[in-house]
C-alpha cells in the first residue's frame, strides 16, 4: 500500500485470476462517498429494524400475559428479553445482510465500469491467509496488553459501559456467541466496511485516508469508548489487510482470528463459570497466545524470505 488510491489502474494478481483492482468507471467523488455511507446506513437500518420488531414482540407477549400494566416493570421485563436475547437477535441481523449484499453483488456483478467490486472475491495465496489469521490473534493478544496497562491508570468510570456490554454479550450462552461473534460478525462486517464501505471511499481519497475514515466509523458504531478505541485499532489492521490483499477474503480471515482470540476471555466471564480458577485452562489459553504470536512471525518471515516470483503462486 502506497497511500494512493490505486483503484485508477489495473493491477492483475501473478495466478492470472480476477484483477487485483481493475480500472473502473470514473463518478464525482461525493458520490463514491455518499455510496459508502449508504451501505453503512443501510446495515445500521437493518439492525435497527430487527431490534425494534424484537421489542415489540417482547413487549406484546409482557402484556398479554399480566394485567398489571406498570411502564417500568414492563421497560425492566424488555430490557431484560433483549438483552438476554441479544446475540440471538444478532444472527438474525447478520443473515439478513448476508441475504441483502449477495442479492446486490449479484445485481453488480457484471456491471460494466466497476470491476473493482470483484476485488471481494479475489484468491488470496495460503501463506497470506495463514498470514492473516495469526494478525487477527496477535492483534488481539497485543491489545489486550495494552490495555491491561490502560485500565491501571485510567479512571475506572470510563470502563463501566464496557463491562456492562461484554456482559451482555455472554447473558444468551456459548453456542448464540459463536456464530453470532466469531463466525458471522467477521463475515458480515468485513463485507459492510471494508468489501462496500471502504471499496467506495477508495473511489474518492488516498488509500491511507479511506483506511482511518472507515476504521474510525468501525470503531464508533461499538458503543462505549474503550470498544471505539480498540475496534478502530482493528478496523486499521483489517482495512489495511484488505487493500494490501486485494480481497475480503484475507480480512474476514483476520477478523475472525481476533474474535477467535476472544473465546477463552468470554468463557471465564459466563456467570457461573469456574474456567478462572482453571489452571488448565488458563496454561492452554497463555500457550495459545504465545503460539500465535509465534506463528504469525513465523509466517512472516516465510512470507518476505520467498522468492518474489513465487510470493503469489501460494505455495508454501
Not at 490495555?147 to 468510570?157: G, S
Not at 468501525?218 to 486499521?236: D, E, M, P, R, T
Amino acid at each position: 500500500m502506497n497511500g494512493e488510491n490505486n483503484t485508477n489502474g489495473i493491477d492483475y494478481r501473478a495466478d492470472g485470476g480476477t484483477p487485483a483492482c481493475a480500472q473502473i468507471k470514473k463518478e464525482p467523488k461525493i458520490i463514491s462517498i455518499l455510496k459508502g455511507v449508504g451501505f453503512f446506513g443501510g446495515y445500521f437500518a437493518i439492525q435497527l429494524a430487527v431490534e425494534f420488531a424484537a421489542a415489540v414482540v417482547v413487549s406484546a407477549l409482557y402484556y398479554m400475559k399480566t394485567a398489571d400494566i406498570d411502564p417500568n416493570a414492563a421497560a425492566e421485563y424488555i430490557t431484560g428479553v433483549i438483552n438476554k436475547n441479544s446475540m440471538l437477535i444478532m444472527i438474525f441481523v447478520d443473515l439478513l445482510v448476508i441475504g441483502a449484499a449477495a442479492l446486490f453483488v449479484l445485481l453488480v456483478r457484471k456491471s460494466p465500469g466497476r470491476e473493482d467490486n470483484m476485488m471481494l472475491f479475489n484468491k488470496v495465496p495460503r501463506i497470506e491467509c495463514l498470514l492473516a489469521l495469526g494478525i487477527g490473534f496477535t492483534a488481539n493478544y497485543a491489545l489486550n496488553i495494552v490495555f491491561a496497562y490502560v485500565t491501571e491508570i485510567l479512571p475506572p468510570e470510563i470502563f463501566e459501559d464496557y463491562a456492562e456490554a461484554t456482559t451482555v454479550y455472554t447473558m444468551g450462552g456459548i453456542i448464540p456467541y459463536i456464530i453470532a461473534g466469531v463466525i458471522l460478525a467477521p463475515i458480515v462486517e468485513e463485507l459492510v466496511f471494508r468489501g462496500f464501505m471502504l471499496t467506495r471511499f477508495r473511489r474518492a481519497m488516498p488509500d491511507w485516508l479511506a483506511i482511518g475514515l472507515v476504521g474510525v466509523i468501525f470503531g464508533v458504531i461499538h458503543g462505549n469508548i474503550v470498544q471505539a478505541v480498540y475496534a478502530s485499532c482493528l478496523g486499521f489492521v483489517l482495512g489495511a489487510i484488505f487493500v494490501k490483499c486485494n480481497s475480503l477474503y484475507a480480512s474476514v480471515l483476520a477478523h475472525f482470528g481476533f474474535n477467535l482470540a476472544s473465546l477463552p476471555g468470554f468463557l471465564t466471564s459466563i456467570e457461573g463459570s469456574k474456567l478462572a480458577e482453571n489452571t488448565t485452562f488458563l496454561l492452554l489459553n497463555a500457550l495459545l497466545s504465545y503460539a500465535s504470536v509465534f506463528l504469525f512471525v513465523s509466517f512472516l518471515v516465510i512470507l518476505f524470505l520467498r522468492p518474489k516470483e513465487t510470493r503469489r503462486s501460494g505455495d508454501l
